[in-house]
């Protein structure tokens, strides 16, 4: 079993930053890659940001320039900074971890963004 465990979520003004941390633990062998989605009532969950294991990333057209994702290998985290957010940045975001072909999600973390 993978457990993640998000931290980082909250309120913040147009214009501000803030930074999202996933630590996953359990059964982590075999990691391919991890990231964040985010979700709105009545949408579909979209994709932000994925890291492999071998550090290539990806974005979401939307947030690109703006949100940075790393990963703390040691620690097996990753992080999402995210700055000058904007409020169609507010959602609930999710982290992610794929691992042998099979999906593992976060409970989620509400991302505020309003003046």
């Known amino acids: 079993q993978v457990q993640l465990v998000e931290s980082g979520g909250g309120l913040v003004q147009p214009g501000g930053s803030l930074r999202l941390s996933c630590a996953a633990s359990?059964?982590?062998?075999?990691?391919?890659?991890m990231g964040w989605y985010r979700q709105t009532p009545g949408n579909q969950r979209e994709l932000v940001a994925t890291i492999t294991n071998t550090g290539k990333t990806n974005y979401a057209d939307s947030v690109k320039g703006r949100f940075t994702i790393s990963k703390d290998y040691a620690k097996n985290t990753v992080h999402l900074q995210m700055n000058s957010l904007k409020a169609e940045d507010t959602a609930v975001y999710c982290c992610?971890?794929?691992?042998?072909?099979?999906?593992?999600w976060g409970q989620g973390t509400q991302v505020t963004v309003s003046s």
């Open positions: 359990g059964s982590i062998f075999g990691v391919s890659a």
């Open positions: 992610h971890l794929e691992r042998l072909t099979r999906d593992y």
